[in-house]
């Protein structure tokens, strides 16, 4: 009836192959970019939460001392005796130990 024909003679069907391969670069380098992502995360998590332990043990007790008597205790030795009076004592914290060299009093344990 026509004397052309209906179907267009212009496909796309050519675009199919390149249209998969570039779909599939595009997903390994999403895939490479996201596990660098993730690997960056965890590495600074780790990071935080090691300067996180430094800082609370740098701020941990580590002896009782008590200025009337000039008697030092180490936390093992405080908490062993019971027949002290706890509230004569100030608690000495590892930021402490920067200034002075301290030794138990019992144990004799240099801290």
Do not use: Q
């Not at 003679?9 to 670069?25: A, D, E, K």
Request: some cysteine.
């Amino acid at each position: 009836m026509y004397p052309y024909s209906t179907t267009p003679s212009f496909s796309f069907s050519f675009l199919i192959v390149p249209g998969l391969i570039g779909l599939v670069v595009f997903l390994v380098i999403f895939l490479i970019f996201r596990f660098f992502n993730l690997w960056y995360w965890r590495i600074n998590e780790i990071t935080d939460l090691l300067k996180e332990i430094r800082n609370n043990t740098k701020n941990e007790i580590v002896g009782w001392y008590k200025k009337a008597g000039d008697n030092f205790l180490c936390k093992d030795c405080f908490h062993k005796r019971k027949d002290l009076n706890k509230e004569d004592y100030r608690s000495v914290k590892g930021e402490d130990l920067n200034k002075n060299v301290y030794i138990c009093d019992d144990c004799k344990k240099e801290i």
